[in-house]
């Protein structure tokens, strides 16, 4: 299965903001996401920002001893293997198909994960639930409240598609 999106690395590194592509594996394999973003070499935050099919999104932040995740829609794990990668380094169940209400979004992980660099959980929990929005408009509104948008859009306006 093709899965289309994007995949960004975030540094802050010296108060400077930082975006760069990650390998499409990124939205297939969760493993390769964490991989990609342990590589990256700073000494401020680095996270991950997974914008898969247009269907959900995921934020990977590498912290020492793990790594912190947050899933936009668990429903998503139904349908992709990323999604329930996620569930399955979270311990959560993939919930089951006849439990799913096309109209919710059920967000898993850590909403507070990027609290330290202006994003508290309950703004992270009001963008997710913005659900006439696509995973790339909560994502900016993400890069927005971070302080990242411009280096985000710069980014993607380069990238094909």
Known sequence: MSVTGFAVAVVREDGRW????LDAAALKDLDAAITQLRGQ????AVFGLLDVDD???VVVRPVPG????????????LDYDVAADVLDLL????????AVDA???????????????GLPAEEMQVIIDEVDL???????????????????S???EKQPG
């Open 18 to 21: 930082q975006c760069t592509k």
């Open 41 to 44: 070499r700073s000494t401020g």
């Open 55 to 57: 269907e959900f999104f």
């Open 66 to 77: 793990g790594v912190s995740l947050l899933l936009s829609d668990a429903a998503a794990a």
């Open 91 to 98: 311990r959560v169940e993939v919930p089951e198909e006849d």
């Open 103 to 117: 109209d919710d979004v059920w967000p898993e992980g850590d909403l507070g994960l990027l609290a330290d660099l």
């Open 134 to 152: 696509y995973p790339d408009e909560q994502l900016d509104m993400i890069a927005q409240r971070c302080g990242f948008s411009s280096q985000l």
């Open 154 to 156: 710069a980014l993607l």
